[in-house]
């Protein structure tokens, strides 16, 4: 309890005339509680530390009774969402230190609120002395009956008051795929003031969530979990030191702090380690003991971070045995990976694979030289090797120790940063890709089920979220933003952004995904990333001389150069696009050009795409506008340029990076790319064919 209240701090409203650092011992300008996660950063709620002037706000606190207290001005660095927006009402409204924030109106739409995860970092502006709490590592897969405790501060009789006490853990409300999932608590009344303070795990000694709201008619309310925090937007491009991504400076400076207090010979002061093993055995299915693991993750905060998530995913599914869960955002810095490992059976087996775990970190491309990294490397072998020599047998040290010459031989004078993007035909080929699948509901118009997935090269698809419950088509964007953004990070790659693929119906191929801003203030998704529509009900079904045209012209494409043909207009002039059976008498290295699809193909436009994808083509090109009667100017000018981008390319892996490009262009104002306003790209790859029907709702 001591521990968590030294780390509790209170924030306040920078009153006018009142200088950094100074008294904060009255309530006036209380906004709410907050709690030191790392040396110099305060974690709260969005909704707390925003209503700060400038994002500026006084953090109050007392490292211990009868030591005073201190006050020091602090910057919101990063807020989870940025802004404050209208959001559906829900029975578990935020509210401030005065009770007002979540109130309803008649509407049912709550005025004040801050949407989930509803998370805000802020930095220290000058150093100063503190306790820290201890951050689980783990996923945060709570579950009804578990207990925590909370702390905060609150105002009564016009002073601010410590507050600690109990809930019971009911659930959650909404899908861990959400930004609005919230853990459900209850058992005891939530007074104004403490959103924004720390909920404990009891039996594993550990911070797991952030107070975020309380009920408006009774006693509980709701947290948000820590590793909501993995959401934080992640840098555009390589990074080129750890201070450039926020979440991996924040978690490093908070294992650091740990390690080095738990391996201190001079402290005397009780440590989170030190709490943790004084719990019961067992009770947090431990692989290592609390001193190992915290010595551990300060050895891993000494690496430069993962390149990328997907990178990570890729080192935890090539360990043998291994099968991570998936509650909640994928793992982002290291200390996640061995946070993912946990949920393996306990034993000398799991110790086996976080130590192989070890070896992959040691072994990882790093996204920037650290003169450090070979310390690092060092350091880690030596715990790998007496955590080996302890417990694990003659075979699997002598592996161990094989990898480890290995590695040194390889790599200990040639260690590079991570190279830059690699080719396009590795990249497509090669990596995951997101799918997106839109299934209009016949029986309402203009609504729509969906599913999210992260589509692996080896065939298979991760359901990362769905909802069949019937989505209007104007509310998409913001419905998918979330799912559609933890997606994206399970496969981006610096300076290399995932494809995304939006599987529909023929009908539905000339919407305009490519142009929908997600998140709703972003740019278009097709100038962020490569944006591709591909068809999710091939009719007739194919027969097998039709199946193997198609891929007969699809391996054409991938290995030579492209060439175009426009199929529907002639001279300026519009003409009927050739049957099915005319046009599989083109080359296959053919790409049809559809020049006069319009943004509301008519049924005659409609039936043109209709008779491309007939006719075998797994690529084609057209653009949407709202004028179809182009002048012959126009309609000239995009016939060259359509066939230039094609001939540009060359192939047909190359492609969607290409459009990505001329779309980024249309963006920021090159006007030898406005020729290409509107550009949409059919991509139907037969060799990552969509998955049948229910698949995506399967996990692998």
Known sequence: MNLVMAATVRIHRIEPGHAPGGSGGAGGGFLGSGFFVAPSWVLTCAHVAMQGE?????????????????????????ALPESRRSAPADPYASHDAYGSYGADDSSGVRPGGWPAPDLALVRL??????????????????????????????????????????????????????????????GDWLVPGVSGGPAVDLARGEVVGVLKSRLDTGKGGTSIGVERLRSLPVPTGAIAAETDDVYQAVFHAHDRY?????????????????VQSELRPGSAGRVLSPQQRIDLLGRLAEFPPPVSTHSLLGLLSGLPGSRPGDHGPAPRGWRDGLGALYEVTSG??????VLRYCMGVIAAERPYAAPSALTAEKSLWEWVKRVA????????RGELALQWHSHRVDHEHHRTPAP???????????????????????WERDRYDWRIGVARPTGDVLPVAEDSNGTALEALPARIAAPLAEAFRRCDE???????????????????????????HGPPLGAVRPVVVRCSDPEPPPTDGMAAERLARWTRTSTVVMRAAVVDCEDGLRVHVPEPAELRALAHETVPVLCRFGARPDPRSAAGLVRVLDGGFGVALWRRGADVDRSDGVCSEFHRRAADTLTEAGTADRLP???????????TGRTETFWSDGIALLYDDPHHPLPGSGQLLEAP
């Open 657 to 667: 990076r290409r459009v990505h490009d001329l779309r980024r262009g249309v963006l």
């Open 125 to 186: 502006q000058r150093p100063v002395e503190h306790p820290c709490v201890y951050v689980s590592e783990r996923p945060g897969a709570l579950f009804a009956g578990g207990n925590v405790l909370y702390a905060g501060w609150t105002v009564a009789d016009g002073r601010p008051k410590r507050l600690t006490g109990r809930c019971e853990v009911m659930g959650t409300f909404g899908g861990w795929a959400d930004a609005d999932e919230q853990i459900r608590l209850d």
């Open 494 to 520: 610096p300076d290399s952004p995932a494809v995304l693929q939006v599987a529909t119906v023929r009908a539905l191929l000339g919407l305009d995904v490519d142009d929908w801003r997600v998140p709703p």
């Open 258 to 274: 740990h390690a080095d207090r738990h391996t201190s010979p001079v402290g005397t002061d009780r440590t989170w380690a030190d």
């Open 348 to 353: 000398d087996g799991a110790l086996e694979l």
């Open 54 to 78: 400038g994002r500026e706000v006084d953090i109050v606190f007392e490292s211990a009774p009868g030591r005073g207290e201190t006050s020091v001005r602090g910057t919101v660095v990063a």
């Open 420 to 442: 830059g993007p690699a080719p396009d035909s590795a990249r497509h080929g090669e990596r995951p890709f997101v799918l997106l699948e839109l299934e209009p509901r016949g």
């Open 389 to 396: 020599d302890d417990r694990l047998t003659r075979e699997v």
